[in-house]
């Protein structure tokens, strides 16, 4: 018996240290395996197709540099510039985290007073004011006005939106706005005309209506609880507004952007849309994706991703937001580049974030399909990347797009906060109407708390 | 070996847990009551003393005590259930039949399995319109997004993971009950379910004592299946939000780390309360012979 216990004992945490040695020697050979085969392979064909004058340089020491960003669908576009980068560059690597956009800010808000932010990595207009204030992130000032970089290379005033107390921080990186997925084959099947310019949120709610057959679980429209890629867009073609433009206020308990909040909810009463039960359960972009919903608001991100369904390739198409009764709404946002304060190898941190910036590197954004690329001109490129796509319709939106409404050190308070709230008026708990007021006061009460 | 350098030995023997328990497990415990009468600013960089502000907010803020509820409700749910079938499954498995190790390893893989691919297969099993609960059950609940069914969703999933490991530290008492007092009842006449009840029932009552002790501290501290299976979407949140998930919020999401220090450091003192009470009450149902 003594010696069946013991034997139980041992077992238990044979396992556990088992466990404990293969998850770390599981993280520990990823990480040396891929540096090491990557400076096995690029380091070979760069010596041998670098220029003479690059070769004829000092030796330099051999850095890897830690390239963070937030999307897996992304990452072979990142790493195909990092590999390009190292082809120019042999001396540096560049390793690609992807942490996912629910981890992210988490791990670098503990990274950034720890000191061991990546050394260059994504940056969202919502979260850079926080990081900015700090002093996390190295000032790009002087190299812009040495005329290292210019930033009028990049389409729509992008880089004023990484602009703090007069001091430049990141390189654009690309656009997005948001467009109106459709299904050609539920268009067809019902003999309905595909969705165009001439559409209004009138329109939209007609045809959803038209194409919806909720017994068979098949919907119009998914009309999901979502800011950026959902009612902010509502709310601004309504006339209404998310923070006013001195960003002291709220919108939310605009009475226009009310109505446009609760003109999407009546989708899901109408049945014109499933519930937000429903798409908690299953994301409402997997439901377009395999076929159960005719028309979705989605940002260009999600191409490549939709398109990769093999129920859907093919079937589908992009057209443009409706209009609503003053204009029509869209948000546009664009992420930067940006480079730790506190990097160890700021010079080659530097090099491969004036790489980012480059022409070469928004065309292989481009002609992967990963984003619209920020750098002027190289867009049509991202167009063509889809050919029976139209992907145009993003780039017509973002002449009279408005800004991602981020830029203040509230932003990042309120937004979490704000899905909390709507999501308890989207599953019912409290009307529209409460919810839209609760979110104002809260957002309200956030921008003086972050002044 | 004399007794010094044998004491010696042991203090290096430990030092590796000693040293690890102390840095990452009593020092945060300690650092976190500190926050909590602090107002950071700049991720934590700049930091001012605000005495109980933390404190006062929490008291009066009505999402905190419903937190409480939920948290208390889940481990009143959660710890009894628990430890009623580790020990059912712990006293079947005791027995000498067929294929044992088998049915061992079969309870105990939820242990082993990553909490997280395990939470995915169950947002499959529990969903409404697909999900093969309904389907067997006849039902059509929303079990993860509707505010009366989540808890007990939430319940499922955490007796499920907990029973392998619980039972296996129940095995291991009941094993240690010597074999000759069954069959000195045997020779009295006693039948099976009174030897479970007069012999292997108080003699297990210190491993049930420890397991229960430490289910009820792990109960109070639930947050991945609320993370992993509710969502921050979902409207059934304010009904399963626990302590540990408003912290997490708190914290990491908002960017309050003093909110959320003062938090977890009312938890603590829960804990602490309510495992000092088990142990001035075990004198009443715990046999050490």
Known sequence: ?451 | MNSRSRYVWAYVMIAPTLLGTVLFWSWPAVYSIYLSFLKSENFGLVNHWVGFANYEKLFKDHEFWRNLRNTLYYTVLFVPLTLVLSTFFAVLLNAKIRGLSAYRVIFFLPQVTMPAAAAMVWVVLFARDYGLINYVLGTHVAWISDAKFAMYALVIVGVWGAIGFNMLLILAGLQGIPRALYEAAEIDGAVRFRKFRYITLPLLTPTLFFTSVVLMIGATQIFDSIYLLIGKTNVALPAVRSLVYAYYQNAFVYYDQNYGAAIVDVLLVINLVLTGLQFAFQKKWVNYD
Request: charged content about 20%; some cysteine.
């Open chain 1, 1 to 451: 018996m003594v010696i069946r216990k013991k034997t139980w004992v041992s077992a238990m945490s044979l396992t556990v240290v088992a466990a404990m040695a293969l998850a770390g020697c599981g993280s520990n050979d990823s990480n040396n395996g891929s540096s090491a085969s990557a400076s096995g392979s690029t380091g070979a064909s760069a010596s041998s197709s670098a220029s003479a004058g690059k070769a004829s340089d000092a030796p330099k020491k051999d850095v890897t540099l830690t390239y963070a960003i937030w999307d897996q669908l992304q990452q072979p576009a990142m790493e195909a510039i990092a590999k390009e980068f190292t082809a120019q560059n042999p001396n540096i690597k560049v390793n690609v985290e992807v942490i996912p956009w629910d981890q992210y800010w988490t791990k670098m808000s503990a990274a950034a007073p720890a000191g061991t932010l990546p050394d260059v990595f994504w940056m969202h207009s919502g979260q850079f004011v926080k990081y900015a204030s700090g002093n996390f992130l190295e000032p790009i000032t002087d190299k812009v006005q040495a005329g290292e970089i210019d930033m009028n290379n990049y389409a729509a005033n992008l880089g004023s939106i990484y602009v703090f107390n007069g001091q430049n921080y990141a390189i654009p990186k690309d656009f997005d706005t948001i467009g109106l997925a459709y299904n050609k084959e539920m268009f067809d099947q019902a003999g309905i005309p595909y969705p165009d310019d001439t559409w209004d949120y009138a329109k939209l709610a007609q045809v959803a209506k038209q194409l919806s057959q909720p017994d068979k679980g098949i919907y119009g429209f998914a009309a999901k609880m979502d800011t950026q890629g959902g009612y902010w867009n509502d709310m601004l073609a309504n006339g209404g507004y998310i923070v006013s433009e001195d960003g002291t206020k709220s919108g939310y308990d605009d009475p226009a952007s009310i109505e446009a909040l609760k003109a999407r909810y009546q989708m899901i009463l109408d049945k014109s849309s499933p519930s937000h039960q429903q798409m908690t359960d299953t994301d409402s972009t997997e439901m377009f994706k395999s076929g159960k919903i005719a028309m979705i608001f989605e940002g260009d991100w999600r191409t490549t991703d939709i398109d990769g369904s093999d129920i859907i390739k093919g079937k589908w198409n992009w057209a443009k937001l409706p209009k609503g009764k003053v204009k029509r709404g869209d948000i546009i946002n664009g992420l930067g580049n940006v480079m730790s304060a506190s990097g160890k190898h700021k010079d080659e941190a530097w090099q491969f974030l004036k790489f980012l910036g480059s022409q070469k590197a928004a065309e292989i954004t481009a002609q992967m399909g990963a984003a619209i690329p920020a750098y002027k001109d190289t867009q049509a490129a991202w167009v063509q990347s889809k050919p029976d796509l139209n992907l145009q319709v993003f780039i017509d939106q973002a002449a009279d797009a408005t800004p991602y409404p981020a830029g203040s050190k509230a932003y990042p308070v309120w937004f979490p906060k704000e899905s909390e709230i709507m999501a308890q008026a989207w599953g019912g708990n409290i009307s529209i109407e409460e919810g839209a007021k609760q979110v104002a006061a809260m957002m309200n009460q956030a921008i003086a708390d972050n002044k």
